[in-house]
């Protein structure tokens, strides 16, 4: 079945209507030789109960873990009841881009209240509607800054490796350079940093906090790009910036990032939503659709997507936008999660990330084997040292229903990276010390 | 809907609780502290149910009425597909989980891959891009580094017909490409003899969608697939149209060597306001091994994720809009291969039976049969009675539908641009041609009325030109 | 938590218009002697992520058969996921009896449509909003039909013992005679009928099929009763109804029964829906809400609550009914239920049922000591003897993840009652009889 | 909404499929098949989704905005029951699974069953009655099954107030009493010498609600169940206001012997249009051993069912609404002890502070002091200007809230009766009086305009005489 309301004899009826012979008729413009003959290799059609048992049963085939260590990009925080059921209103879900404002003025609204809401987070003047997701938004924001006389992007060795591949993917593509530079102690470095500038860079990206979760000092990092008249991009973590300093107290000229941790499940990596906000200078420059506020000739607050001339069905080859379709409904979902959770909602969650990531650095570090990479303030995730295979240390802890911290390489050499967030307990952690004691026994 | 969120909010209200805490709260170092707290809403939990529930109730979607929104393929989305997305094997799953964990989801990835290779006639592809102009950067990404490899510096242009989506353009010079664009002829198709003129040592490819985007198959796809592959050229396929052909005819046997799916418009999944989407990138085995990564492959083992060899790199963290797959999934296993078929013919069969309601009146310049959808030009009646594409457009509002893509394709004056897809009832169409009709006749009669349209809709048309000329972009 | 919007500022600045002292205040008419002091007994508030916690557990706590062979008043159909959607729109779910019409046409009108569905079905001519279950609508139009002159009730000893039940306690209570005629081999005898009706008797009910499965002979026990001055009333399983002869056809005065089989799920036990419907002439005898059609001043066509001059709100203790609340979103969902099936679905359901009962039957009497109880046309539910302990039968199928047919008594001996829906499989079955095999050997 | 789904049925029309049917096809006999299929719609996935999306637009719940429908209590309906209802451990369970097989629907049953007792100051409860009616017809079969086996048959009569809800003499008389009807007093409350009047050997009970349907306590209601008591009659209590009072008075504490409680009222789940609700009876120990069954016990193995001992029977196949009742547990378990009370408290403070803004323009002829509600008469206004409480009704909804509950109690001319509930903001209460305030202007320079209220929805108002006159009563 393929949802088609007609039957066959509506269809016929339909047909003598148009005035083809055949349904083969319909399509006389496809020459015979390109036509497909016969039928896909696609299995045979099932029913609804088929398909949904078929894909539970898929579903179960994966393991959903009871304790989450893990993060690096994405994160498990806790989605209340309300988002789910307001996202999935059937006018949200099933309408498209709001070409036409009157029809979706609902849509355009809640564009409008999500601007807001980046504005807010970010302290930055303008945020678009967002982009894919957030290593996305860190390269149309450096895509934003770069011309020809300035075609190099610099960005801190300790941004996300995921980041850091689309980056480069990125100005690959765009025949822009992309260099790294150095870090120390884990942490990006400005003397690094201001070695590398030059009347070429365009822009520095570094992100808060970075990929091990320290928080970097994005003060001297921006003050340096600044005095080589490089613009500064801070990728953040949205849930951070409830307490930590915002990419606009740090002068950044873009605040972008991922934006999933607001209200959005881990889902395998997707959707997931990339914000992007910049100083009202800039807003011209901005990738991506905007809605704005206007009037109707009855003097009725309208909202409308505007500053179109920046996008791709205006200007073609000379926009500066490719983005058609985005990810709106997860810019909804992001907004009204934000609402639900409150400015001391969002600060609590925040608070207790740093103070779970805080407890279980320290009792974690104390195992024999696990100390700590580096120094210095982290947000919600932390690298420690691992003793063990860490194949064999993800294998021990699944089998108690925990998700490890990620294993990685860092400059000082392998480790794990632990993530914490509200979701995690006193508990949880002290089970996953006794078990990581005996590991290391 | 009087007020944003923020202007509801009120210091103190809150609708949101954690379990106590266990755990000894931290100090965070005063010099890391932004100065003050986010301005965010404070509202209570029905306060916020109500503002959402009205803002839902202010827009309109496919669940609302007819959608017919040229080159959209607004189709019915079905409620099954959001059942499988919800399900919390898939929702609860960490992107970077062991692969061993993590079976159910690269089945279906694996799976989905496998059966859009199909669709298309492509031998490969990433289920990366989150949208069709992603999958098109992608694309082009992939053609560019395949020229490199393969020592074709020198292919920098990439042709790109006038009728085409403004994404194509813009993708291209994203990648790096110059853009030549290519007049359509009279009958709307491309012009031979204006891409022979075009195509030369510099060609790096041509984009083109087939159907194109006015609603006109391109008969002589075989021959412009020889004359670029001739000059060393690639051809890209835009996917966006593929409703109207699929199981019908195939991108790779057309001739195309690498293509964009949107699984957002041919495979059902719903479009969200404007998003997620999905636009995976499939194409021919040679370029495979520039596929952006990961991609999936099914081994004795299970399956498991691995890194095109020429990889052109991530274009987005992790596997893609994964649950936007889930839906194209739910809805492929539920058509099999003789409905995605049948689906195809019906998009065209709607479309045909529309414009044969409306071509008598309507002008619609390519005649009178068209693939999935068509596209009609007002530029005579905006003449006679001043009402044009936009000014009918707000009158359907006014009807209960929403109304076509209008101002696109750039080539037709006054376009009008309509997509009726597969999913809509005779009836449906019937109401449509008769609104449609009865505008054309109120154009005619009392164009005023036509230029206050809509008036049922909670607010009139906006002044865009006062947005745009003193932007008000947050609250 | 209490879902208050108020913050303690505003409730004091509240406080202060409304001119009390304090919240003490307010309660002043409330006696100090009947003050609750101190707080309840209950567990302290708990967020919303521990609630939902606490519940999944609980439920988790519950057993999800795979396979059922359970039926007797409940069963387990396949529910398209559109009628979740649907039916889980908030303004339905959140909106009460439509009291002021102009506000709730939808609501209105889906009752509308939701009588016009058990029309179709029962081939009856008026049929009410629904009442609370099936049980209820049984004993609603025994009542109905049951008057000074003739207050006993006749109910065939077939019926389901939760319908015998509460026919019992309504007929107990509002001082009817309630009395049961016998079967013969699993099935109602109008002879036994006919020797126990007399003047004195309002009505007689029977159910279809009855609680062994069977199929009865509904015209000849609905001549008895009306040769005798009573009426007849029949409760029947709705999707037997899209093949089986109506009670219309059998000429019942009243046609009841419980469409939880039509989109609700088990749910151990509830929400269901009694449905009521009956011939014109008794429309105003009809207990609960029932919704009409009518215009507005415009003329255009309107819903609203009518013949409410039966109601409890109107005549009071002259009322017909006491009903005010009912189960107006089980009536949505079965009628959403029976839109997406069609005529065709529900037709192409009903003969699943029949088909996979009869394999059913053939196979398990096949095996030694589960022979047939009775003989007869069967619907989707049939006794078979039991040779063994049902409770161990019952463990037996369980560690199988199958959940046994009820053990029942008969007239006949115990046995166990087998029920079959389209969500069976034939090689359910087919592994069921394995089982009962090593059961038996 | 124009048409019926019946209407939109076109033959051959579906969106539904089965798996493949393994079995064979059996025949049913041909004499017991009926004569032609019954009508059902014939309509695809997209028409009925667009359908119901249409009708829900056309529909008014609380998510939608104010309702303070007096008497009925319409709180917001905290989503996260939603999602509790929905877990497929709950809804995928038989209702006479084997106990053990069930421990989690027996567990959530028999705590939620404790804590109504703890509220109510009860010890024994029943959650089988599906609604408040039902629990009411419950509750007097236990009085009356009590009576008759105390030796009490003489006993026949139910007194109720004259402001009582219908449902309570309705009840009474299914029941199988004899009502007598006792009017109230000049200030709203029981009047005691007519109470003690009526009083006699013939007393079975007295159902009272307290607050009454006037939104005033019954400060004397512990003489009055003294003196019901002293003749041998019980007390049944209407716990549809229940939510006025809740841990700040007890019905047990009040002497009250036998209640319901209305779970979609006082414990937030939702109305859903009319139902499902759940009305528990809860009572004495005296009266535990009439209790419908099965109750629901927890022993040292667990939770189980019983059925009590001098049980009146079941009143509902089954073990009550299940699913509410998990969602009024979702809410306790939210809510907490403090939580109740808070509510109860803020539902309260909400009904004064709306009464406070009206009481100096409409007539509140119970003075100016409430509980969870209180009653305005439009009499007075109706006289001068020809305007009443439907009126103002419907001209509030043109103002976008629902109107409040109007002509009830029966003891009110014009009456209006307003519950505003704790979950709303001050802002909506704001709103609301300044709508009534501006309507009752209305009422006196244009009304007019009031009486062609309401002009914005779908319809305008019915014509009911003709509904009820010539009723037509399916599609
Ligand atoms: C012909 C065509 N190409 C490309 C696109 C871009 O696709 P997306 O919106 O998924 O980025 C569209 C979208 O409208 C389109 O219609
Ligand atoms: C005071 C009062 N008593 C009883 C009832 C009946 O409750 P239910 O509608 O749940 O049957 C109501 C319902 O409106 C009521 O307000």
């Known amino acids: ?441 | 809907m009087k007020g944003t969120i923020f202007e509801k909010s009120r210091p103190g209200r809150s609708g949101f609780t954690l379990p106590a805490f266990d755990c000894e709260y931290e100090r965070i170092p005063e010099q890391l502290l932004r100065g003050g707290p986010p301005l965010l809403p404070e509202v209570a939990e029905v306060d916020l149910v109500r503002h959402y529930t009205a803002l839902s109730r202010e827009s309109f979607g496919v669940d609302c009425g007819f959608y017919p929104l040229g080159s959209c393929t607004m189709k019915y989305n079905p409620k099954i597909g959001e059942d499988a997305a919800a399900l919390s094997g898939f929702t609860d799953i960490h992107p970077l989980q062991p692969e061993d964990s993590a079976q159910g989801c690269l089945e279906a990835l694996g799976t989905l891959g496998g059966y859009l290779c199909e669709i298309t006639g492509m031998d490969a592809i990433s289920l990366q891009p989150a949208a069709g102009a992603h999958g098109e950067f992608t694309g082009l990404s992939m053609i560019k580094a395949y020229l490199g490899a393969t020592g074709h510096e020198e292919k920098k242009k990439v042709l790109v017909p006038d009728s085409a989506h403004g994404t194509n353009p813009a993708s291209a010079v994203m990648a790096g490409f110059t853009v030549v664009s290519i007049p359509s002829a009279a009958d709307g198709t491309v012009d031979l003899d204006a891409l022979r003129g075009a195509l030369g040592e510099d060609t790096a490819a041509l984009m083109l969608t087939n159907p194109n985007t006015l609603g006109l198959f391109e008969k002589n796809i075989a021959a412009v697939a020889g004359m670029v592959h001739e000059v060393g050229g690639l051809l890209y396929y835009d996917g966006a149209n593929l409703n109207a052909v699929m199981g019908i005819t195939r991108p790779g046997d057309m001739g195309f060597d690498v293509m964009h799916l949107n699984l957002h418009k041919t495979f059902a999944t719903p479009h969200g306001g404007g998003g997620p989407g999905s636009g995976p990138v499939a194409c021919k085995s040679f370029l495979a091994p520039y596929l952006p990564g990961p991609v999936v492959d099914r081994t004795t083992q299970g399956f498991c994720l691995r890194q095109p060899k020429h990889s052109v790199g991530r274009v987005k963290a992790f596997n893609g809009n994964f649950l936007v797959c889930v839906r194209a999934l739910a809805y492929l296993m539920t058509l099999g291969a003789a409905g995605v078929r049948e689906a195809a013919e019906n998009a065209v069969l709607n479309a045909n039976y529309l414009l044969a309601k409306l071509r008598g009146t309507y002008d619609a310049p390519y005649g009178g049969r068209c693939m999935h959808e068509f596209v009609l030009s007002l530029e005579q009646l905006k003449k006679s009675t001043g009402i044009g594409a936009t000014d009918i457009a707000k009158g359907l509002i006014d009807l209960g539908m929403h109304p076509p893509t209008v101002h696109f394709p750039l080539i037709v004056r006054e376009a009008m641009m309509i997509e009726p897809t597969e999913t809509e009832s005779r009836e449906t169409l019937d109401a449509a041609a008769e609104a449609m009709l009865r505008l054309y006749e109120t154009a005619r009669t009392d164009p005023g009325a036509l230029r206050a349209a809509p008036s049922g809709s909670p607010v009139g048309r906006p002044d865009e030109a006062a947005a745009a000329r003193n932007p008000v972009l947050r609250g």
């Not at chain 1, 896909?40 to 398909?51: G, I, K, T, W």
């Not at chain 1, 500038?197 to 979760?213: H, R």
């Open chain 1, 1 to 441: 079945m393929s949802y088609i309301p007609s039957t066959p004899e509506e269809r016929l009826e339909m047909l003598g209507a148009t005035g083809a012979q055949s349904m083969e008729d319909l399509f006389s413009a496809v020459p015979d030789h390109l036509r497909f003959k016969g039928l896909l290799d696609l299995p045979p059609a099932a029913s609804e109960f088929e398909v949904i048992s078929a894909l539970k049963e898929m579903a179960g085939r994966n393991k959903v873990y009871q304790t989450w260590f893990r993060g690096a990009g994405s994160y498990r925080h806790y989605i209340p009841s309300v988002v789910r059921h307001l996202a999935s209103r059937a006018e949200f879900v099933t309408a498209y881009t709001p070409y036409q404002a009157e029809i979706s003025q609902g849509i355009l609204q809640s564009i409008f209240e999500y601007q807001t809401l980046i504005c807010e987070l970010t302290g930055m003047d303008v945020s678009n509607a967002g982009v894919y997701d957030g290593a996305h938004a860190a390269a149309e924001a450096c895509a934003m800054f770069a011309d020809k006389n300035r075609p190099k992007v610099l960005a801190a060795s300790t941004v996300k490796p995921m980041t850091a591949e689309v980056l480069r993917t990125y100005c690959r593509v765009a025949g822009r350079e992309l260099e790294f530079f150095g870090a120390e102690d884990g942490k990006a470095s400005s003397a690094l940093l201001e070695q590398m500038l030059d009347t070429s860079v365009c822009c520095v990206y570094a992100e808060q906090p970075n990929f091990y979760g320290l928080v970097e000092d994005y003060g001297e990092l921006t003050r340096a790009a600044h005095a080589a008249g490089a613009k500064m991009v801070i990728g953040s973590y949205p849930i951070a910036l409830a307490v930590l300093k915002t990419p606009a107290e740090y002068g950044a000229d873009a605040a972008v990032g991922e934006a999933q941790p607001l209200g959005m499940p881990p889902a395998f990596g997707g959707p997931y939503l990339g914000y992007m906000a910049v100083k009202a200078a800039d807003a011209r420059k901005l990738p991506g659709r905007i809605a704005g506020a206007t009037v109707d000739a009855a003097g009725r607050t309208a909202y409308v997507l505007t500053l179109q001339a920046r996008e791709q069905h205006i200007r073609r080859e000379k926009a500066s936008s490719n983005i058609c379709s985005n990810q709106a409904l997860c810019a909804l979902t992001a907004t009204v999660y934000c609402a639900a959770a409150g400015p001391g909602g969002l600060k609590e969650i925040a608070m207790r990330c740093v103070s779970l990531a805080r407890y279980a650095a320290r009792r974690i570090s104390a195992v024999s084997g696990f100390s700590m990479m580096f120094e210095g303030f982290f947000f919600n995730e932390f690298v420690t040292r691992c003793p063990v295979d860490p194949a064999k240390l993800e294998t021990k802890l699944a089998e108690n229903d925990m998700l490890c911290g990620l294993p990685v390489q860092t400059e000082k050499g392998a480790g794990i990276l632990w993530c914490l967030t509200e979701r995690n307990t006193k508990d949880e952690i002290d089970r996953l010390v006794r078990l990581l004691g005996e590991v290391s026994a």
